[in-house]
């Protein structure tokens, strides 16, 4: 299809390498074995495949079409026009990894701005060039921690209002690493609200990692100082997983004494796509920064003594330590880092700012509205940003089917991951949430009570 | 001069974007976790714009040449897959919509599955790994989880041919596995008499690559799987070389257990700088229980007037899930763009033609450079990239030498079985004048070389930078830009 050659061009390359015919390039492959009749549908043409790939696409209802009060781990957000217009240069978008730093500097110099701006965000000392998502970097946090400790310390306290799907890609993760387990997380079938304090009796000398989320799944704001402080007396590393948006408001948590920032980075400038590709953040204390998976991006000179930007500390990588590497990981997630990178430059200072102002306003709006109803309390023990729990009269799987007759795509249904909440709806608000969806969700939720 | 950063770029009171203000009344801020400073850039549009057009231009890419990156499979890019992946339909669906409103997306995701079974020869697919390695790290952990569902727990052993990537060992010992390392022998296949003589009941499984990657198809494939099925050991399969198979032979057909599929190689998906990759897992029908969940699966059959309803499984013996929700969903609408253009005999066209370009490159250029396994290669090979007449250059001197022709050098020092090794992969997207300006230029380095090594020595010259100082970055490690000055 993409292939160039003519029929006479092919002849000419046959002989050349001195075969008859493409077929004696594959005597290797077992005869019996060869050329399979492959049950595929037929090829299409360009115009055939686009009316077909749309036909699929209209068979979905976009939740940019109707007001959406989903989150839970992925943000609807404004990503500015020139995110994508950039993205699309070939440059960027058909270069592979920067192996090659003298043919790559536009891809380097971008992904060392990305790991600027992300020490910039945390407050962490390094960030390393990106990694799958946010669930596979806190994975990646355990088993950092995990080997810093030369594997003598095999537990890891890990937050029941950690992200479910972190807490299971975690498990996923270090079910190889015999008698390393992961308590903290069962308190999320039997307290699933409780704040960090529970977590306290949990940390002692054999806990690797203690790792908490901020703002929480449940969209709640803790003070972690008092568990990072319980965390460090016991030796043990302190990970926080963080919503790099609402960084642009609250308080990084190195001030809280993080060891490690991981983070899901989808909402700074990539679109929802179903739930991927995503970005994950990594960053940790310079302390860690030999023990950090993934790719580095360092500043040099070159031979002219120009300045230059290479991979660094490779010899941690598998491609060198093969099976005694930081981790297996080979790319990163290159243009979801440069998405990021455009997105928060074009924000930056003051816009990122407004953007979590403008969460954190209407998100609150949103609640006070709700509260007002008669038979929904929201959950107001502990100050939130930009995503709240709604305790409702009926469980939410009903709600919503009501909301979607409504035009409204509800939040997310807690008893899914917590089955002790049955009745309890997360609900995100973003500043792409306008009052009028506020009020339209408020006035069916009325009409359900009613 | 080189490109300033973003954050010498930055003057204060600029912004590249504004937001409305609120629409709703403002509720008090939680003072106690207010932060200090937010010490980010601050910049216009154009500054941006500008900034970021001017570090593209930095960079080689596919669309400006061959980009012979052994391995990589670094194939053109469809334009039609951007166009259609961008589609609102695709981009703007929230991975926790209700079912009924991403019936779309879940067709595509079933069919794709489907697609990949056929392709690969296999019983069941998961779409979840995030990338090759990812896909690794899945396929052992299923492994893992199969003999210990039998009650098997002495299997503490991998097997790894030497001329295995990196991520292979890196993945096996992250399942908690000891990696035992499998010589080639001469022909470049894996060493036999050797294998047989490590298989035993310790043996979990051996991880292969094939066509390997000295770009050959293992003429020893069949009694390699047949060896470790024996001793009760699974085949793992890395599928970072299918582009040479598509169509010319089924990896599960040779008896190959499990494999992962690279999306952004086989099937032209960008590689985006070093990413988003997308490492599907293929398995067989004893393996399917093991997967990780949930997967797309046809929950209702249609009828004529009503459409199948797609929704998610979860296998019963999952080894849990890789990633959150469903994997690299953006990079799936690519492939499937793709597979669905190519059709049977056009995927078969695209394996036909990468092995010709290659087998076309050899055969000019094993005159020039010795070639250390020397016979028919699949959709890659490897060269030795250095001469005993001129001891002092070596491979990495004539990859930053290509440079100067407008080039992207081959994968240097890979496989580590050969000294000084240039894998070299031109893909089937390539034309014979592409292919010819290659060989070209090559010959030209192996003259210069030998009359002027210095220009090998101190190349690249026509390139933004020229060497760049590895052990200065290492040594001194600056990881990010200056610290704005906080006044």
């Known amino acids: ?450 | 001069m080189p490109e300033p950063t973003i954050f010498e770029l930055s003057s204060p009171g600029r912004t590249g974007v504004t937001f409305p203000t609120s629409d709703v009344p403002e509720s008090p801020l939680p003072v106690d976790f207010l932060r200090s400073d937010l010490p980010l850039p601050e910049m216009s549009e154009v500054d941006v714009v500008r900034h970021f057009t001017r570090l593209s231009k930095l960079n080689y890419s596919i669309d400006q040449g061959i980009y012979p990156l052994g391995s990589c499979t670094m194939k053109y890019n469809p334009r039609v897959n951007e166009m259609v992946a961008r589609f609102s339909g695709f981009t703007q669906t929230h991975p926790l919509q209700p079912l009924e409103t991403v019936q779309g997306n879940l067709y595509l995701m079933y069919l794709l599955q489907e697609w990949l079974k056929e392709i690969g020869g296999f019983a069941g697919v998961t779409l979840q790994p995030a990338a090759g390695a990812q896909g690794e790290l899945t396929g052992i952990l299923i492994m893992r989880a199969y003999h210990v569902d039998r009650g098997d727990t002495r299997r503490t052993r991998i097997l790894i041919p030497d001329s295995a990537h990196g991520t292979n060992p890196a993945s096996s010992a992250m399942s908690g596995y000891e990696v035992i390392n499998i010589p080639t022998d001469p022909r470049g296949n894996i060493d036999l008499n050797f294998l047989q003589s490590v298989c035993d009941d310790r043996v979990a499984g051996i991880m292969i690559t094939n066509p390997n990657t000295l770009g050959l198809f293992d003429q020893n494939i069949i009694p390699v799987i047949q060896a470790v099925h024996r001793v009760g050991g699974l085949v793992y399969g890395d599928g970072a070389n299918l582009n040479a198979l598509l169509g010319i032979a089924r990896p599960g057909d040779l008896g190959i257990d499990i494999m992962h599929f690279n999306l952004h190689k086989t099937f032209a998906t960008p590689h985006g700088g070093g990413g988003p990759g997308s490492g599907p897992v293929g398995v067989a029908a004893s393996l399917v229980d093991f997967l990780p969940g949930p997967i797309v699966s046809m929950v209702e059959e249609g009828d004529e007037d009503i459409p199948p309803f797609f929704g998610f499984v979860q296998p019963a013996k999952s080894i849990g899930r890789v990633k959150s929700f469903f994997g690299h969903f953006g990079m799936m609408v690519r492939a499937f763009t793709y597979i669905a253009m190519h059709g049977p005999e056009g995927l078969r066209k695209v394996a036909e033609n990468a092995v010709l370009n290659a087998n076309y490159l050899l055969a000019r250029l094993r005159n020039t450079y010795h070639v250390p396994y020397d016979r028919i290669c699949m959709h890659e090979f490897v060269l030795e990239g250095r001469w005993k007449e001129v001891p002092e250059i070596i491979a990495l001197d004539i990859s930053k030498r290509l440079m100067d022709y407008g080039i992207h050098p081959p994968t240097n020092y890979f496989p580590l079985i050969v000294h000084d090794a240039l894998m070299i992969e031109p893909t089937e997207t390539e034309s014979k004048d592409s292919l010819d300006y290659f060989v070209d230029a090559m010959e030209k380095i192996a003259f210069e070389a030998r009359t002027h090594p210095e220009w090998l020595k101190e190349a690249p010259h026509q390139t933004p930078v020229r060497r760049v100082d590895e052990v200065k970055a290492a040594k001194e490690l600056v990881l990010c830009c200056q610290p704005i000055d906080r006044e």
């Open chain 1, 1 to 450: 299809m993409f292939a160039p050659h003519t029929p006479s061009e092919r002849e000419e390359m046959l002989k050349v390498i001195g075969v008859s015919s493409i077929d004696d390039l594959f005597r290797d492959v077992p005869e019996n074995f060869r050329y399979p009749q492959l049950n595929l549908p037929p090829a299409l043409t360009e115009m055939e495949v686009v009316a077909e790939l749309n036909e699929i696409a209209m068979n979905n209802l976009p939740a940019s079409e109707m007001p959406c009060f989903l989150g839970a781990g992925a943000y609807r957000h404004y990503i500015p026009a020139a995110v994508d217009a950039l993205l699309q240069r070939g440059e960027f978008f058909t270069a592979y990894t920067p192996y090659q730093p003298e043919v790559s500097q536009g891809t380097l110099q971008a992904i060392f701005e990305y790991q600027t701006l992300i020490t910039a965000l945390t407050g962490m000392d390094v960030a390393n060039a990106s990694h799958y998502d946010g669930a596979t970097a806190a994975a990646e946090a355990v088993i950092m921690a995990y080997h810093n400790f030369r594997g003598k310390r095999t537990q890891a306290v890990v937050s029941p209002s950690l992200h479910p799907q972190y807490r299971q890609v975690i498990r996923t993760y270090t079910q190889g690493y015999s008698g390393f387990s992961i308590v903290g997380d069962e308190l999320a079938a039997t307290e699933p609200l409780t704040g960090p304090d529970t977590l306290l009796a949990k940390i002692n000398e054999n806990t690797a990692i203690v790792i908490v989320q901020y703002p929480d799944f449940f969209g709640r704001i803790y003070d972690y100082t008092q568990i990072a402080a319980a965390a460090h007396a016991a030796g043990a590393l302190f990970c926080v997983a963080v919503n790099p948006i609402a960084l642009g408001l609250l308080k990084p948590p190195s001030e809280f004494g993080a060891d490690i920032v991981v983070g899901e980075g989808q909402p700074l400038g990539i679109p929802l796509s179903y739930g991927g590709p995503y970005l994950g953040i990594l960053a940790a204390r310079k302390e860690y920064v030999r023990k950090l998976a993934g790719r580095l991006v360092g500043e040099t000179i070159d031979a002219d003594g120009k300045r230059a930007y290479v991979l660094t500390l490779t010899a941690r990588e598998q491609h060198i330590r093969r099976e005694k590497a930081t981790s297996n990981i080979c790319t990163n997630q290159g243009l979801m880092a440069l998405a990021s990178t455009i997105y928060l430059s074009l924000l930056g200072k003051t816009g990122l700012r407004q953007v979590a102002e403008l969460c954190y306003h209407k998100a609150h709006y949103a609640a006070a509205q709700i509260s007002k109803i008669p038979g929904f309390q929201v959950y107001s023990d502990t100050p939130f940003f930009h995503e709240f729990i709604v305790q409702c009269p009926a469980p939410v799987e009903e709600i919503n089917d009501f909301l979607f007759e409504e035009g409204i795509l509800g939040g997310y249904d807690l008893s899914q991951d917590y089955p002790s909440l049955p009745n309890a709806m997360l609900v995100a608000v973003t500043e792409l949430t306008g009052k009028e969806d506020i009020h339209a969700l408020c006035k069916a939720l009325e009409e359900f009570h009613a």
